[in-house]
């Protein structure tokens, strides 16, 4: 019989924890340092590797993201032996699809042959803006025109391009915005993340905020407005969002991403890094120790992990829903049912549907486009029902 994560897939994720500058609205595990022993950490992701793999034998790799901090800051030839480690520890989907993030400095641009001839086959670049003053109020260290050309160098490297951008900007008019969506749409390949600013609590960004700082952010209004033209603009140009913030041409969505989703499992390793495990018919959640020393240090031992947490039917029945309503694909009621031990609540689901918010058709329930803007209030009506 199969176990519930083989919906999802199975997936690997490696955290490189480390940043040439420190962005104020990240509240990602990412730091600076100066030195960087770039030869230990290879030492210790392979030998995380070779642990994890010990407990996971047999399993088909569908996907592996190197995220960060940025990965692309790490020397290609360690890249390298992740890959080749990997696929000797487990046998890999044929399409296997193998992802790096980027930022578009221009020496990190030059080294993008280096990490596809490693086997890196997608980049996911950290764009962020199209206009100079407002990376710098980003905190980004790159310009647009730097943006441009490092991308212009990953089309011509690799197949599979993605870039990031940031909406909802400090001053920014929903013309401005839909003037760069479409700036971005002309340069793209067949997938786009655009994600509105949030600001997030113990991050430089949540400082300023809390003290009064970040005049001309978007009201509630306008920032649903440059969402649904969003929808709107990328729809049209055949980049249709499968997920809240992502849009991909047909067939191009992140694999890597879908099994998170989805529900799948995945190993992570690397400072801070999160995962979902499946052994002897159990699920769990695992997460490394942060501080990349202690980390490093712990990986030597085989000891990076804190302890990990058996997760109840019932958790995993809440994470299914919380990540997989995000898709536009939504979620297998069957499925759901089988790990909660009972149904959904009717009254919350004949609410929301009478709202025009989701939608139940056979097994499926799906999040309608109205509900992706309110999409945290429709979730805490599921879950708390």
């Not at 901090?69 to 080749?84: N, Q, R």
């Not at 980049?123 to 710098?136: E, H, P, T, Y």
């Not at 401005?176 to 655009?194: F, M, V």
């Not at 919350?348 to 009478?354: G, M």
């Amino acid at each position: 019989m199969a176990e519930d994560w083989q919906n999802g897939g199975f997936g690997l994720y490696v955290h490189w924890p480390f940043c040439a500058a420190k962005c104020p609205y990240c509240d990602f595990n990412s730091h600076v340092s100066r030195q960087i022993d770039h030869n230990e950490w290879r030492i210790a992701y392979l030998r995380e590797l070779e642990r994890v793999a010990s407990q996971t034998k047999g399993r088909v790799l569908h996907s592996v993201f190197f995220g960060g901090g940025t990965p692309s800051l790490m020397e290609p030839d360690v890249v390298g032996d992740i890959i080749a480690a990997i696929k000797s520890h487990w046998p890999t989907a044929n399409d296997m699809e193998i992802t790096l993030e980027a930022n578009p400095g221009s020496v990190e641009a030059g080294r993008f042959v280096a990490f596809r001839d490693a086997g890196v086959n997608r980049i996911s670049m950290g764009v962020q803006a199209l206009n100079d003053d407002d990376l710098r109020r980003l905190g980004r260290i790159h310009t647009a025109s730097e943006a441009r050309a490092a991308f212009d160098i990953a089309r011509g490297t690799f197949e599979r391009v993605s870039f990031d951008l940031i909406y909802g900007r400090q001053n920014q008019s929903l013309s401005d915005w839909k003037n760069e969506l479409k700036q971005a749409l002309n340069i793209a390949i067949d997938h786009l993340s655009l994600y509105q600013l949030t600001i997030e609590q113990g991050t430089a960004f949540g400082d300023r905020y809390n003290a009064g700082g970040l005049a001309g952010l978007p009201n509630d209004d306008l920032g649903a407005d440059m969402y649904e033209i969003t929808q709107d603009i990328c729809g049209a140009a055949g980049m249709l969002a499968y997920e809240v913030s992502n849009h991909a041409r047909d067939g191009a969505q992140s694999r890597h991403n879908l099994i998170y989703w989805r529900y799948g499992d995945y190993v992570g390793i690397g400072p801070g890094a999160h995962g979902r495990l499946t052994l002897n018919g159990q699920r769990t959640a695992t997460e490394a120790y942060s501080n990349p020393k202690k980390w490093l240090d712990q990986a030597m031992t085989g000891a990076s992990e804190k302890p990990r947490q058996l997760l109840s039917p019932e958790d995993q029945a809440s994470e299914l829903l919380l990540m997989g309503l995000r898709l536009k694909e939504g979620v297998s009621i069957k499925r759901y049912e089988t790990l909660a031990g009972k149904p959904l609540d009717q009254n919350a689901v004949q609410e929301l549907t009478e709202l025009n918010l989701i939608s139940m058709k056979a097994d499926q329930l799906t999040v309608l486009d109205q509900g992706f803007m309110v999409l945290n209030g429709v979730l805490r009506k599921l879950l708390e029902a």
